[in-house]
């Protein structure tokens, strides 16, 4: 019978919409795939019963492969620790009552340990207290001996339907968080914006790899989503993390996860973006700021498909599609020993580039609108008349700072009341000075970044956020140009 005692909370799964209005318009040729990428159906899970009968073991072995799935079996704990130490599992099916280490005590250092999988208790001798202990240890289940056999299969579809549930809320709460007003939708009319969304669609249903470049403030991120909402990896998560805005001493940890102990501060373990974003498409923005070695370390999970926790001996199987940004040259960076020459040619199977938005002034009017129709929503203000004399303002204005600029400059408009272009350095209502016009571009951005400083007393934080560049960004720029404010 099942034990009467606990089951794991089933919390009722998020409600996710996509909203982006692009949609596929052919399939590509499968052969044309990238062999090394995963194919889009997911893995079926790997169990591990670790009980000291051998019927028993024989028993669940039988039913579980009948439905596909890879079964290991071990006597005792020890046996069972060093099959984890070979073989990935996702889920355990541990006996409590075990010769030498109980399952109970291998249970609380497993999850001391940072394993990702499921455990699931049974016992033949249990009471409320041992249940209690179980679930406090780390179980996701407790099954009392004997069981039927439909008791056990349900609970481990429960515990499986847990683990896609609580990557799908952790990509849930990210998107919420990050989602901007007006970031739902690519838009622009221009021929540049045409022939990349007809990229987005054809590369979208493929698993290959891709490397999205642009300037800071372009959309990357959004072209990742529709990458991911138009492909078959639609229904899991989409991940998306700045590779900048983590401390390099974090990012490996953050993006593998690590074991409890691992590091100062490791009180838990803890599980990387990598394992919440299983069967879906991890972003990772701003490729080019990651350490050499972390290159070599992504490098070798995009080729075997694995992961390592920091400070765990264990590799963990990942069916992720990675999809890469940066502001930066990458061949440049290579051919400077700054970027992994290797890692590079991996990561760049299909790149698309999205241009700044200077180059497509065209479509800074229906940019303007859209920006103006959410934003006054979400400030509760009503929306400024665009004229056509604010229209030629904007269309002047270099936008160093590109589509991110151009969204917080109408987010200010609408804070203010009114446009203020005199804001806008190089620009008004009349015209472009002639001056800016025969500038170098480089030149024209060292210009607009240091009046931007200027103005903020020298506050690169508040600068930065003005800009629509991150603060690293800025740092470097400055560093460049032998600028300290």
Known sequence: ????????????????????????????????????????????????????????????????????????????????????????????????????????????????????????????????NTAIDALRAGAADFVLKPFRIEQILNSIDRCIERARLTRENFALRQQLSKRKAGSDEIVGQSDAMARLRALVRRVAPTPSTVLIQGESGVGKELVARALHELSPRAACPFVAVNCAAISADLIEAELFGHAKGAFTG?????????????????????????????????????????????????????????????????????SKGRFRPDLFYRLEVMTLTIPPLRQRVADVPELTALFMRHLSLRLAVPPLPVTPEVTRALMAHSWPGNVRELRNFVERSLL????????????????????????????????????????????????????????????RKCAEWGVEP
């Not at 075990?98 to 016992?123: C, H, M, N, Q, Y």
């Not at 080019?288 to 390592?308: A, D, F, N, P, W």
């Not at 203020?420 to 015209?431: C, R, Y």
Request: aromatic share 6%; net charge negative.
């Open 266 to 334: 490791a009180r838990d373990s803890r599980k990387g973006l990598f394992y919440y974003a299983h069967g879906g498409t991890l972003f990772l923005d701003e490729i080019g700021e990651l350490s050499l070695t972390l290159q070599s370390k992504l490098l070798r999970v995009l080729e075997e498909r694995r992961i390592r926790p920091v400070g765990s001996e264990q590799e963990v199987p990942v069916d992720v599609r990675v999809v890469t940004a940066t502001n930066r040259d990458l061949k440049v960076e290579a």
């Open 1 to 128: 019978m099942v034990s009467p005692f606990v089951r794991t909370f089933r919390p009722a799964p998020p409600q996710i919409t996509a909203t982006t209005t692009l949609r596929p318009e052919s399939l590509p040729d499968p052969a044309s795939a990238d062999p090394l990428d995963p194919v889009d159906s997911p893995p079926k899970p790997s169990v591990l019963v670790v009980d000291d009968e051998e019927g028993m073991r024989s028993f669940l072995s039988r039913a579980l492969e009948r439905r596909g799935w890879r079964v290991e079996t071990a006597g005792s704990a020890e046996d069972g620790a060093r099959l984890l130490e070979r073989v990935h599992t996702d889920l355990v099916i541990l006996d409590i009552a075990l010769p030498g280490r109980s399952g109970l005590d291998w249970l609380k250092e497993l999850v001391g340990a940072g394993f990702a999988g499921e455990v699931i208790l049974i016992t033949a001798f249990a009471d409320m």
């Open 416 to 475: 203010f009341g009114e446009f203020p272009l005199n804001d806008l350095t190089g620009s008004g209502p009349d015209a472009a000075p002639a001056e800016l016009a025969v500038l170098p571009l480089a030149e024209v951005e060292k210009r607009h970044i240091l009046a931007v400083l200027t103005q903020c007393g020298g506050n690169k934080t508040r600068a930065a956020d003005l800009l629509g560049v991150s603060r690293k960004t800025l740092d």
